[in-house]
């Protein structure tokens, strides 16, 4: 089933490729069947998931690269079901919003999106830490492709920044990967990748270190932790809207999944000791994301300054390390890829009316687009975390989470949430209030039919999570619960064998002393 | 029979031809497609090629069903490595063949000639890797490159082309006189040159300057022929004046012979010495790893830059020779099989393109390619991506593999060449993508002047295979890695 | 489930319908649904107000109006995370029952005025549905039976008086003041949020009556803390020092809004919060003197302002800070249930100050410059009744509603000051009395007396649908004050002996009443003297420096400008283009530009010439061979 | 008799020669000439050590040696000729097209 | 006696090599090659390596030597260095590392040398090189063949007359 959840999306961009690309309006109409197909089988595997079991559900696995014991395993448990959730509910959002905007190459765009759903729902269900690495990876191309390709005048920059950034944070992952395989291989005395038999080897308290550093850093980028950030207001703002939606609501997911899918597992001393700096790092980024935000001049980067403040939250809630922190982590995860989302597609409205992300070209709109001004509005407030949308209920778990572990992180935590309201308001008030000032006031016609389609599920989710969060805290908790109970694991670092005894398969001798 | 000299008679001993068989498949191919190309109209051409992929695939069965064994007075070895030389090499020919034909037709140096020097540098790379002995290795290297300098210069008139031959010619033959010097010493030190032997008693003395002097000689001679660094400088500047199909060949089948010599000397020869070598490889490794790359970075030569990523890449294979492992060993076999693939393929996109009647070398000459031609863009993107080594393509996990290997076997210095390799590995990223971005960039500008696409069918097999066996390593990477981790025999 | 979940549910469908069927409601439909959607909400509220004081005597030991318990309604489970789980509830409890009956009934008259005042807006379906889901924020925040459900109503009651400031938002003013509202409120509600954080962390709940209880037993520090945390909320949504500074712009707004939001209720709701944990804050005094002391400054403060301001609904927004700061005040002085009294009293006669204003603008076509007004009560008969009796209630004068419970809030100072030595907040609060009176004596005589300024304006009085609810709260304002009256037996007061508070007082040595109503009555007498004196026939004495001190309030705004916002904006700008630009992405850029750099190095060794090469070959050979041979 | 070091070093020496020969000449002929000169000085190693170890094989390499040096010398020729016929020069430097 | 020949031939042999590489004329570099063969000829034949000896002078100083000199004279007129050095670093970092470079040559290579043990008998003679080449060397003999085979395509391919398409080119 998980297979199948991953590879739709796959088959989908080969069926499109397959139309010849004059055929536009059938390349978008398979290509949201796909992503359709794949939202069923999503929510299908939501129905079907038990809340009350903590590990991984409906595994399957198979061997990949027997030799080195790298084995094909995907499975599902409470944090990756809410993940996969929101990819699958995004992705049709994505291709939809963007049916006005792409209108060159949309056989190309459309695949491109399709693949990146299959390569981001790879990343979310892999148990193994070489596919997860390769779906991570693989995450990149299509991406750094839709900003390329169908970007903003700096397109180019943007999308090598992108690429070259994250990718170089995470080829480090990598060998930090591999190094904690053959400290397995040599504990265990197998090969393996497999998350789950990763689980029972305890790494020696050095290597943790800077075997956690270098997942870390990784993650780190991807989130973006401040100061790791500067690719993302480039990325953002030259995406086209569809790449701004996916990347925010998704692809910084993927590393804030990680810090809590892996680290627990593989270094949890290194991760209880660094929480305090990553909570701080979180922190600066809560409160610099929010005052940046506050100076932008382009809407689409002020967004994603404001994402480097929400996702500051997610690390703070995470770095807590207790229940209410890592649910409330997860929600805000949830939370940030609809909010922020929407958030993209009300700047696509605007953009694609105008053609202008400037804030300072526009004003008053709200009296010419009352329908989406009032989506805006909606979407604004859950950005800004107002009690009753989505946004609340994780900043307010995050935030309490991390009050109980210190009050200085909570207090310095709430900052964003006044920050957060200034900034976001000020920008509406700049674009949508005050007299018209638009150049072309008779290109802002209101919001057509299918736009408001695509909002739709998003308002519905935005109040749907804000009022009744329980399905989804009731099916994470288990999970959450299980991944913290590592962190109790006693620190069996001393009994560790030294990792230089009997590696690898081979009889040769070591090489390389120092 | 007695001479009238009374000198004893020479009894010539039974030549054990189901060793060599394959070589000798390849080099019979060769002389008969010499041969029948002076009856061969030109319209008719393209049998010779389908003459010899017959050879070729004849030779590979032979390969694939040839008993083990050593023979020839202990000159030659069949094992593990042979045969996968043997496949690679006989890969490697093929796709060589198989990109020449339009690009000859169009440049009217279509002559039986070209396909016989490639099927006999083949051979000759096929011999590296069957080597037992120093001087059959000399001469294997100069049965491989002695086709390549001619291959080099085969675009007779063209000052480049010429150029390249000359600078190609002129550095080897200067290598091989370090490589033969190197052997000299072996030999004197040791008295033999058969490598088992040799590497026998290089352990057995404690410490010999002439042994080390010798095996720093023939790594001058082989390093060159493989393109590390800083025995590398002729490989840009003759692959950027060679023809395209010839330098398709050249950059891979020169790999592979070297790579399979380098594992033959150094984990199997050397192995029980290695403390010697492996920093030194090591530090070479490094230094071809980041001179490779960072030359390629601002490149505006499509070839060129290809050419400074194939020394990047023989940086890569390097990090698995010095970690001498079997792991390792398996690994470099890998790669090779990865880059014999994507390496081909890289080059053989530009046979495709032209400008102005010649080669369309310049990377902007591709731009808005897939617009025209979606499938060949396709194809480069997807090499640009396996070269870069992103997953989920064969780049990939030749490269994890040289890597995990490394880290595995090669502790702290391991541990320091997999991380620079993966550092270097994200500069090649750009210069890789840059291609990418160029091909598929719409609406920058207008196409190129005078650039035309020029399929033939021949290229599109050999491009259409490369691109399967790229894809297939990186999604199902099993079947080949399962193959080359047959070595691991050799290390027991 | 009871009743209770129906009150909220009236305004809730009157909000989807107005919000939804949007332009589709004509003429008065968006109105009518509105208003009607309130009145049944206060219907309900009155009904469950009779079921609470009938229930009562079956529970409750004393008969009477002895008060029952408090009734927790719980409607769902709202979210829960490992110890944390907060069940979605309405607390009904006379408390809740009485500000509840504040909230909709105030609420009722003014959206029935608003059916008059907006009728001639296009986008009035949109403001009749803020203004429902105004009420049912309101409601939830005052029925809220937990206390993060409360926040919930708290931030969305800010929501509104946004949503509601902002109105007209293609005025840049209104705009803008929506957003100063939101962003100072959300200044308070971190503060606040912080203080659930310490409240579930100390006591592992969030349910009021169980903090209720459980605030006894904290200790001092932990408890003062909290306090503090909860009152810095208060002040933010309260309009107390130094949070004031949104609510004299909030008046941007339509004035009914004025009069809802930023007068009867929401403005209130930081009083409410202090009453609703008033165990909590019993057992600091720091945090009680903290909060007398904040409350009478403030009071002080924006009085003083209010007598030079020229736009009467600022005057009337400064003296509604200025009463608030009474309110806590009275909180502060422990006399709790004593705070909701002027409250009610308060929402009475301030809305029906802002009615009328409300009414003054719809006759002068929006103009509310006191200075361009004058001689109205002629023309404006009803009006200008209303707005008088409205100020006399404010200026205290016996009989009216505000003298009797400003009387009791003055008292509790007092009382105050006699069981701690702490005198200030009664001073304090009686000069506040007195400037209280001159202030609104100053804006009667200007707009309804003398002569008109505009001699041009023909104002004409506002229609019936206007006029009724003023008659209603004006009738409220003068006899608001039996609710809390010794003669009428303080039925407010019992009504709300639960309130910790005002068991509390009992205990305190008890003010010499009669003298204090006394000085009370003459105080207050003597400022509508000296303003009536001050400001005759539309004269505005020159007061100097310390006018324009007053004018310029303070220079508190202008402080804050200058002070916090433009260097903060400043900073912001620094951050987003030197340090984010151009350090941290710089370091970034800066490693590209190097690798770049590099590359070309890298390039410039290979020279073309075969020589070179072969040279390059003999140097790496030499060094191989040496590293070999010497190693 | 004359020791194994003496022929050693005459070998090593004229290897060198060979050797700053390619480097220091820029006429192709005699850049040729000099790596015939270096594997001369190899062929008189492998005799060396031949004589050394009593084993004829080095001997026998110079057979080897001396059949590879003649085909690259033919080739090498060849090449020089050709492009002696487009550029009219045996001068190494001027082949200088590619680089970067 | 033997010291006698060994050094007249390595004195010999050491000038022409200087010769060979300093020589303006290539002609005289061929004479000087011409020189050195014949005097390594002379060496080898003190090494009891007669055969090789009589190969290097037929082959070597016979085939090689006249080739060059045939290949000078056909380019004889503008075969002469120019005065003018592109790169004027090269020739003193030529000998400064070539000087490093004997130096680990005589490192290494002296390391090696052992005294001379008596001969085998028949050391050297056409008779046991011919044994060896055709027994133990058999698959080497025959890949000289194929290499030797290459070379004449090489020449073939090379110096065809009837290139096509010929024209200069250049940036």
């Given amino acids: ?514 | 029979m007695r001479a009238p000299g009374g000198l004893p008679p020479i009894t010539t001993p039974p030549v054990e031809i189901g060793l060599i068989l394959p070589e000798v498949i390849v080099l019979a191919t060769a002389l008969v497609v010499l041969v029948a190309d002076l009856w061969v109209g030109p319209r008719r051409r393209g049998w010779l090629v389908g003459l010899s992929l017959a050879g070729l695939a004849w030779a590979a069965w032979a390969a694939l069903s040839a008993s083990p064994g050593v023979g020839f007075s202990g000159m030659y070895v069949r094992d593990a490595l042979t045969c996968a030389g043997d496949l690679l090499a006989l890969g490697a020919t093929a796709l060589g063949l198989l990109v020449a034909p339009g690009y000859l037709k169009r440049h009217g140096l279509d002559r039986g000639e070209y396909y016989f020097l490639v099927m006999i540098a083949g051979t000759g790379a096929m011999l590296m890797a069957a080597s037992r002995d120093l001087l059959m290795l000399f001469l294997s290297i100069e049965t491989l490159s002695i086709p390549l300098y001619v291959l080099a210069a085969f675009r007779r008139g063209f000052a480049r082309s010429q150029e390249a031959g000359m600078k190609y010619f002129l550095l080897s033959t200067f290598a091989s006189a370090f490589l033969l010097y190197g052997i000299a010493l072996l030999y004197g030190t040791t008295g033999t040159t058969r490598m088992p032997e040799l590497g026998a008693r290089l352990a057995e003395l404690p410490w010999s300057a002439s042994g080390s002097a010798g095996a720093a000689l023939v790594t001058i001679g082989v390093g060159f022929k493989a393109a590390l660094v800083p025995f590398h400088a002729w490989a840009p500047d003759v692959y950027d004046g060679a023809p395209i199909p010839s330098v398709a060949f050249m950059a891979v089948i020169a790999k592979v012979g070297a790579f399979l010599a380098l594992v033959r000397i150094f984990p199997l020869t050397l192995g029980s010495t290695a403390g010697e070598w492996t920093l030194a490889l090591g530090v070479v490794a490094s230094m071809t790893m980041v001179v490779g790359n960072l030359a390629a970075l601002l490149q505006s030569s499509y070839k060129r830059m290809l050419a400074y990523s194939s020394i990047a890449h023989a940086g890569y294979l390097l990090v698995g020779v010095a970690t001498g492992t079997a792991q390792a060993t398996s690994a470099v076999l890998t790669y090779l099989a990865v880059y014999v693939a994507m390496g081909t393929g890289a080059f053989a996109v530009a046979v495709a393109v032209e400008r102005e009647g010649d080669e369309a070398d310049r990377i902007e000459d591709y731009a808005g390619l897939a617009a025209r031609a979606p499938l060949l863009a396709a194809a480069t993107a997807l090499f640009m991506v396996s070269l870069a080594g992103l997953p989920p393509t064969g780049g990939f996990v030749a490269k994890f593999g040289v890597f995990a290997a490394a880290v595995e076997g090669g502790g702290p210095g391991g541990l320091a060449l997999a991380l620079l390799g993966v550092l270097t590995s994200v500069i090649s990223v750009y210069y890789y993508l840059r291609v990418v971005y160029v091909i598929y960039s719409v609406g920058e500008g207008d196409p190129p002047q005078g650039v035309r696409i020029l399929p033939c069918r021949m290229l599109g097999v050999a491009l259409a295979v490369a691109i399967a066996a790229v894809i297939q390593v990186g999604v199902l990477p099993a079947t080949v890695t399962s193959f080359s981790g047959r070595v691991v025999e050799l290390f027991r | 489930m009871g009743l209770a979940p129906y009150m909220l549910l009236w305004p809730l469908a009157g909000w989807l319908i107005c919000g939804l069927a949007g332009g589709r409601l004509a003429g008065r439909a968006a109105g009518m649904v509105a208003s009607s959607a309130v009145g049944a909400s206060f219907l309900t509220a009155l009904l469950l107000l009779l079921g609470h004081i009938g229930t009562a005597p079956a529970q409750g030991a004393a008969g009477g109006l002895d008060p029952a318990p408090g009734l927790l309604v719980p409607l769902f489970s709202w979210l829960g995370a490992g110890d944390l789980w907060v069940e979605a509830s309405l607390l009904v409890d006379p408390l809740s029952l009485v500000m509840a009956l504040v909230v909709t009934g105030v609420g009722f008259l003014i959206h029935v005025y608003s059916i008059g005042y907006m009728a001639e807006d296009p986008n009035r379906s949109r403001y009749f549905a803020y203004l429902n889901l105004f009420i049912f924020s309101m409601l939830v925040l005052v029925m809220a039976g937990n206390l993060l459900v409360l926040f919930v109503g708290w931030e969305m009651v800010g929501l509104c008086s946004y949503l509601l400031i902002g109105f007209w938002f293609a005025r840049p003013a209104a705009a803008s003041a929506g957003r100063k509202a939101f962003v100072v409120n959300r200044i308070g509600d971190a503060a606040f949020l912080l203080g659930l954080f310490a409240i579930f962390t100390a006591l592992g709940t969030l349910d009021i009556p169980a903090v209720r209880e459980g605030a006894g037993g904290l200790p001092d520090g932990l408890r003062t803390a909290i306090a503090l945390l909860l009152f810095a909320g208060a002040t933010g949504k309260s309009a107390q020092i130094p949070l004031h500074v949104w609510l004299p712009d909030a008046m941007e707004g339509p004035t009914p809004v004025s009069a809802l939001i930023h007068a009867a209720t929401m403005v209130t709701a930081g009083v409410f919060l202090i009453a609703r944990l008033d165990t909590l804050f019993l057992g600091s005094p720091v945090a009680l003197t903290v909060i007398a002391t904040v409350g009478a400054l403030t009071a002080f403060y924006a009085a003083t302002v209010a007598l030079r301001q020229d736009d009467l609904k600022r005057v009337l927004a400064y003296s509604t800070i200025s009463q608030l700061g009474y309110m806590f005040v009275a909180m502060g002085a422990m006399a709790a249930a004593v705070g909701i009294f002027h409250l009610v009293t308060h929402a009475f006669f301030k809305a029906l100050l802002f009615l009328a204003a409300g009414s003054v603008m719809h006759a002068m076509h929006e103009v509310i410059d006191v200075r361009r007004l004058g001689g109205l009560g002629r023309q404006l008969r009803w009006t200008a009744g209303g707005f008088i009796v409205g100020a006399l209630a404010l200026a205290g004068v016996p009989p009216f509603a505000g003298f009797f419970s400003k009387d009791l809030v003055l008292e509790a100072a007092f009382a105050l000051g006699l069981s701690s030595g702490n005198y200030v907040p009664y001073a304090l609060g009686l000069l506040t009395a007195f400037v209280t009176a001159v202030y609104i004596t100053r804006a009667v005589s200007l707009t309804f007396c003398g002569t008109p300024a505009d001699p041009g304006a023909h104002p004409h009085e506002s229609p019936p649908l206007m006029l009724w609810p003023m008659a209603v709260l004006a009738l409220l304002s003068v006899a608001g004050g039996l609710l809390g009256a010794h003669l009428a037996g303080e039925p407010l007061l019992r009504f709300l002996e639960s309130l910790a508070a005002a068991g509390a007082q009992a205990d305190a040595p008890h003010p010499p009443a009669s003298l204090l109503i006394g000085i009370s009555v003459a105080v207050a007498l003597l400022g509508v003297a000296t303003g009536w004196r001050l400001h005759r026939g539309r004269r505005e004495p020159a007061l100097g420096v310390l006018g324009t001190f007053l004018e310029q309030r303070w220079y508190v705004d202008a402080a804050y400008e200058g002070l916090l916002l433009r260097p903060g904006r400043a900073a912001a700008r620094w951050l987003a283009g030197t340090f984010d630009l151009g350090v941290i992405d710089g370091a970034v850029n800066g490693t590209g530009r190097i690798v770049a750099a590099l590359g070309g190095q890298a390039r410039r060794l290979q020279t073309g010439y075969a020589r070179h090469y072969a040279l390059g070959l003999l140097i790496g050979g030499v060094i191989l061979m040496g590293y070999w041979i010497l190693r | 008799m004359v020791p194994a070091s003496a022929y050693l070093f005459l070998s090593a020496l004229l290897f060198t020669l060979g050797v700053i020969g390619v480097l220091i000449r820029r006429n192709a002929l005699i850049i040729f000439m000099s790596i015939e000169l270096m594997l001369n000085s190899v062929n008189l190693a492998f005799v060396t050590f031949a004589r050394q170890h009593g084993s004829i094989e080095g001997q026998v390499v110079v057979f080897f040696v001396l059949v590879v040096a003649a085909v690259e010398v033919v080739v090498g020729l060849a090449l020089v000729v050709e492009i002696f016929r487009w550029r009219e020069t045996v001068n190494i430097d001027d082949v200088d097209l590619l680089r970067g | 006696m033997e010291w006698g020949v060994f050094l007249i031939a390595a004195v010999v042999a050491i000038g022409g090599g200087v010769g060979v590489i300093t020589s303006a004329r290539p002609v005289h570099s061929a004479l000087s090659l011409l020189a050195v063969l014949l005097s390594l000829a002379v060496t080898y034949l003190l090494l009891i390596a007669q055969f090789v000896a009589m190969l290097q002078v037929i082959i070597y100083a016979g085939a090689i030597v006249v080739l060059f000199l045939f290949v000078i004279m056909l380019l004889h007129a503008r075969s002469g260095e120019p005065l003018h050095q592109k790169l004027p670093r090269q020739q003193p970092l030529a000998l400064v590392f070539g000087g490093a470079f004997l130096a680990a040559l005589l490192f290494g290579g002296l390391g090696a040398a052992r005294p001379f043990a008596a001969p085998p008998e028949e050391f050297g003679t056409a008779q046991q090189v011919g044994a060896a080449l055709f027994v133990e060397f058999l698959l080497p003999f025959e890949l000289a063949s194929v290499i030797l085979l290459v070379g004449i395509v090489a020449a073939v391919v090379l110096a065809s007359r009837e290139a096509p398409g010929r024209r200069k080119e250049g940036r």
């Fill in chain 1, 1 to 514: 089933m998980l297979s199948a959840l991953i590879f739709l999306p796959l088959a989908g961009a080969a069926c499109v490729l397959l139309l010849p690309r004059e055929r536009e309006e059938a390349i978008r109409w398979v290509g949201l069947a796909s992503s359709g197909l794949t939202l069923l089988l999503g929510a299908a595997l939501f129905a079907a998931f038990d809340p009350s079991f903590g590990g991984m559900q409906f595994t399957e696995s198979a061997a990949w690269l027997p030799a080195l014991g790298v084995g094909y395993s995907v499975g599902i448990d409470g944090i990756s079901l809410l993940l996969v959730l929101l990819t699958v509910v995004i992705f049709p959002i994505a291709l939809v919003g963007s049916w006005g905007s792409i209108t060159q190459g949309v056989k190309a765009f459309t695949a491109a999106v399709l693949a990146l759903e299959c390569a981001v729902l790879g990343t979310f269900l892999s148990l193994d830490l070489i596919l997860f690495y390769v779906f991570w990876e693989a995450v990149l191309i299509p991406m750094a492709f839709l900003i390329a390709l169908w970007g903003g005048p700096n397109r180019r920059y943007a999308a090598i920044k992108f690429f070259l950034y994250t990718m170089a944070a995470s080829v480090l992952m990598l060998v930090a990967i591999v190094s904690v395989h053959i400290v397995a291989a040599a504990q265990l005395g197998e090969r393996t990748f497999a998350l789950e038999r990763l689980a029972d080897v305890s790494l020696p308290p050095a290597s943790q270190w800077w075997i956690f550093a270098a997942f870390a850093v990784a993650f780190a980028v991807k989130v973006p932790v401040w100061p790791l950030h500067t690719w993302l207001p480039d990325a953002h703002t030259e995406a086209p809207t569809a790449g701004s939606v996916v990347l925010a609501a998704i692809l910084l997911k993927m590393g804030t999944y990680g810090f809590v899918r892996f680290a627990p597992v593989l270094t949890p001393d290194a991760l209880v000791a660094a929480a305090p700096l990553i909570a701080g790092l979180a922190i600066v980024g809560i409160v610099y994301g929010a005052a940046v935000s506050w100076a932008q001049t382009d809407l689409k980067r002020l967004i994603a300054f404001s994402s480097v403040s929400h996702l500051g939250f997610v690390m703070l809630g995470i770095a807590s390390l207790n229940l209410q922190g890592m649910q409330g982590g997860l929600i805000q995860m949830v939370s940030h890829g609809i909010s922020t989302g929407a958030l993209f597609l009300v700047v696509g409205v605007l953009y694609d009316r105008t053609h202008s992300r400037q804030i300072s070209d526009y004003g008053g709109v709200a009296a010419l687009m009352p329908r989406f001004a009032v989506v805006f509005t909606i979407v604004l407030l859950s950005s800004a975390a107002l009690p009753g949308t989505n946004g609340f209920v994780g900043e307010f778990l995050v935030l309490l989470g991390a009050f109980r572990v210190s009050a200085w992180w909570g207090a310095l935590g709430v900052l964003g949430v006044v920050g957060s309201a200034a900034y976001l308001l000020w920008a509406y008030q700049q674009v949508m209030h005050g007299p018209p000032r638009a150049k072309h006031p008779e290109r802002l016609v209101d919001l057509s039919r299918r736009e408001l389609l695509v909002f739709a599920p998003l308002v519905a989710a935005i109040f749907l999570i804000g009022l009744y969060p329980r399905p989804l805290l009731d099916r994470s908790e288990a999970a959450v619960g299980v991944t913290l109970a590592r962190l109790q694991r006693p620190s069996v670092a001393a009994a560790c064998t030294p990792p230089q005894a009997g590696l690898g398969l081979t009889a040769l001798p070591k090489r390389c002393q120092p």
